[in-house]
């Protein structure tokens, strides 16, 4: 008996994984390891459909468009239940994203138009709170910041030809793109500049899980 509980186990752990690391894939377009909370034992979870915690953490080559960006992600009482409109329930996600100032850098080159190639490096200054990006001898110095759920980045300082209003305007397009794309109504709770880039803390509660139709990501599920 305790040898079928076992074997049900690792069936139940290895047919998750298949699904879930699916799921996830699609959703942040990188490689991901998933791990699961262990009370009540796997198996009980699965066969109800209930999931008390699971941790999902990214291999950092990119989330959706944004090149160089690390995402571990922890999801709470998930509930699977299909109705009319959805798959189920989140109680509960939280997410830290770490956002490495070489894939701002090459995040900002590919989606700039004009602009883009002209990019050759980002910097930070923790103390100060922002980003700058260089484009030869001129810069555009950015402050992360959090609005209304989204990470935006203000234009502080332009140094060189392009108008200040010009460079905010094609960041708040790149910044919207970003923010549009994040599912189960996940939004940004805050921000910091770090030595090494961006952290941001995102968070959401009590969301729906999307039929296909709504998301495609979603459909093993």
């Known amino acids: 008996m305790a040898g079928g509980l076992a074997g049900g186990e690792l069936y139940a752990r290895h047919r998750a994984d298949g699904v879930l690391v699916d ?10 390891t998933i791990s699961y909370g262990v009370n009540p034992p796997f198996l009980w979870q699965h066969i109800t459909g209930h999931y008390t915690n699971i941790s999902v953490t990214t291999a950092g080559k990119r989330v959706q468009d944004a090149d160089g960006m690390t995402a571990d992600v922890t999801v709470s009482d998930v509930r699977l239940r299909d109705t009319g409109d959805s798959k189920g329930t989140i109680g509960s996600l939280t997410a830290t994203l770490a956002w490495k100032s070489a894939g701002i850098k090459d995040t900002l080159a590919a989606n700039l138009p004009a602009v883009g190639s002209l990019i050759t490096g980002v910097r930070t200054d ?27 980045l203000e234009v502080l300082d332009v140094t ?12 708040n397009d790149l910044t919207k793109k970003l923010n549009d794309n994040y599912p189960l109504g996940i939004h940004a709770d805050s921000v910091e500049v770090t ?27």
């Not at 060189?160 to 960041?171: N, S, Y």
């Open 160 to 171: 060189g030809p392009l108008p200040k209003d010009a460079v905010q305007t094609a960041l």
């Open 126 to 152: 923790p103390a100060a709170g922002t980003i700058i990006v260089d484009a030869g001898e001129n810069s555009v110095t950015a402050k992360p910041v959090v609005t209304d759920g989204d990470l935006n």
């Open 195 to 221: 030595d090494t880039g961006v952290v941001g803390k995102f968070s959401s509660q009590n969301a729906s899980i999307p039929k296909e139709d709504a998301n495609p990501c979603f459909a093993r599920l």
């Open 23 to 32: 799921v996830a894939e699609c959703v942040v377009q990188d490689g991901v």
